[in-house]
């Protein structure tokens, strides 16, 4: 029988001190990307480390903090409201008019990411979502 053993498989290229430096970075900065990070950890470690495995180790904390913070704007936005909204058809008015102050190179900008986002999410996941 064989056993599972640390010599088997690819090597892994960042030590769990340093999966844990990159995640504590994304917990300070939300808004920092995998390539910044990845620029420094491949200083730090002497050796190349691409963005994609950054993600890969920050997993959720990457695709997780954008959504919920343009959520979480969004909201405050309406709440900013004056008059407050009331009822769900004034609610539905304010998100509305809301999302028609977004610009569009912003809209084409998330519509152009989302492939690679999903991409991202399939393999941080291991499958199906």
Do not use: Y
Request: proline share 6%; aromatic share 2%.
């Amino acid at each position: 029988m064989l056993a599972n053993t640390e010599e088997r498989g690819r090597k892994k290229i960042m030590n769990s001190i340093t999966e844990r430096r990159v995640i504590h970075q994304v917990k300070i900065d939300p808004k920092i990307s995998a390539p910044k990070i990845a620029a420094s950890t491949s200083n730090t470690l002497g050796r190349s480390v691409s963005a994609e495995t950054v993600r890969r180790v920050g997993g959720e904390r990457f695709l997780g903090a954008p959504n919920h913070l343009k959520s979480s704007v969004r909201a405050r936005a309406v709440q900013k409201r004056s008059p407050t909204p009331l009822t769900p058809i004034d609610l539905w008015t304010a998100l509305q008019d809301s999302w028609c102050q977004l610009s569009p190179s912003l809209l084409q900008t998330l519509i152009e990411s989302m492939p690679r986002r999903i991409a991202a999410l399939l393999s941080a996941r291991g499958g199906s979502t």
